[in-house]
Nanobody
Framework: QVQLVESGGGLVQPGGSLRLSCAASGSIFRVDNMGWYRQAPGKQREFVARITRAGVTSYTDSVKGRFTNSRDNAKNTVYLQMNNLKPEDTAVYYC???????????????WGQGTQVTVSS
């Protein structure tokens, strides 16, 4: 099985920064795409950022220029650096990883437990 453990959430003032981390562990052969979704109270979970194994990134429009998604393939870890945070960024942030357990298996999507990010003065 694959476990994803997130860390780095918390309370920050508007304009502040936070860095989220998410480490995948278990019997992993390969990790493909990794990334982040978020869910604000009363809203559906929404896509935030994605990074391929080669390092190609994509972002939802509302975070472009403020958030940076990166990864360490040797550690199967993905990071989300969040700068100039706004109150509307308040949500539970979930990481995900598309991982294959053997060379012949297709990747499946695994999720982290979620970490709360609150932006408030």
């Amino acid at each position: 099985q694959v476990q994803l453990v997130e860390s780095g959430g918390g309370l920050v003032q508007p304009g502040g920064s936070l860095r989220l981390s998410c480490a995948a562990s278990g019997s992993i052969f390969r990790v493909d795409n990794m990334g982040w979704y978020r869910q604000a109270p009363g809203k559906q979970r929404e896509f935030v950022a994605r990074i391929t194994r080669a390092g190609v990134t994509s972002y939802t429009d509302s975070v472009k220029g403020r958030f940076t998604n990166s990864r360490d393939n040797a550690k199967n870890t993905v990071y989300l650096q969040m700068n100039n945070l706004k109150p509307e960024d308040t949500a539970v942030y979930y990481c995900y990883a598309m991982a294959a357990l053997t060379a012949t298996m297709t990747s499946q999507t695994y999720w982290g437990q979620g970490t709360q990010v609150t932006v408030s003065s």
